[in-house]
């Protein structure tokens, strides 16, 4: 749990519209506050249920909202950096809470994008190291053969030829940051780098995050 107090809150409104915008970028609001310094100055406490958070980002965004508004104090972040995608890698399969922490640490505008590109570049890095060997497969043989044994290293996992579906994925846990589109990147990296399934699209049709039962990616290509 991450506690923000912002000052610049004078004016009424201002825990609404800081709430608004906590809730507006995806953060997980767990409880908003509005407080009075010893000076009789209005701040605002908010809490959220993350463990990362870039702060000069943050205080960016907030001064954006208002100039009014400005960061005073940021409590209970893990001290240290959010992990890079080199750390990543070398925990997979175990990469859950690192892909979390990492998720968190991205601005909201930019965090789905970013946790594609670092998808990508583990699912490479993982087809290079544990399925390039032998010769190269096609589409959907690939799938069954490589992406799903690779993915069931993650959690359940239900596939056909050209949908795949996780039933509790890792990283769509609920009421937390949903950090989904990783397996997007993790997938199209991983078949960007089969010789034999580099014209193959990956696509999320469903995800638990947006209130689906289940995410659900599909895949297109040419046989
Ligand atoms: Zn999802």
């Not at 940021?74 to 998720?103: H, M, N, R, T």
């Not at 589409?139 to 992406?147: K, Q, S």
């Not at 993915?151 to 996992?157: D, M, P, R, S, Y």
């Amino acid at each position: 749990m991450v506690t923000i107090t912002i000052s610049g809150a004078d004016k009424s409104g201002a825990l609404a519209r800081i709430s608004a915008f906590f809730v507006r970028k995806g953060y997980p609001l767990k409880g908003q506050q509005l407080m009075e310094s010893a000076s009789g100055a209005k701040l605002v406490k908010i809490s959220l249920d993350i463990t990362q958070v870039d702060k000069a980002r943050l205080a960016a965004e907030i001064k954006s909202l208002s100039p009014d508004f400005r960061i005073v104090s940021v409590e209970g972040a893990q001290s240290g950096s959010a992990p890079s995608i080199k750390e990543i890698a070398a925990q997979f399969p175990d990469v859950a809470p690192l892909v979390q922490a990492y998720g968190e640490s991205l601005g909201a505008d930019t965090r789905d994008e970013e946790l594609a590109e670092a998808g990508k570049k583990i699912g490479a890095f993982q087809y290079e190291k544990e399925w390039s060997f032998g010769s190269p497969l096609k589409m959907p043989v690939a799938l069954r053969r490589t992406l799903v044994p690779a993915l069931e290293a993650l959690g359940e996992v239900d596939a056909t030829d050209t949908e795949l579906t996780l039933p509790d994925s890792p990283f769509c846990g609920t009421g937390k940051i949903p950090c989904c589109e990783f397996l997007t990147g993790f997938m199209q990296g991983f078949l960007d780098a089969g010789p034999l399934t580099q014209n193959t699209r990956v696509q999320k049709t469903a995800c638990r995050a947006k209130g689906d039962s289940r995410c659900a990616f599909k895949f297109s290509y040419d046989l």
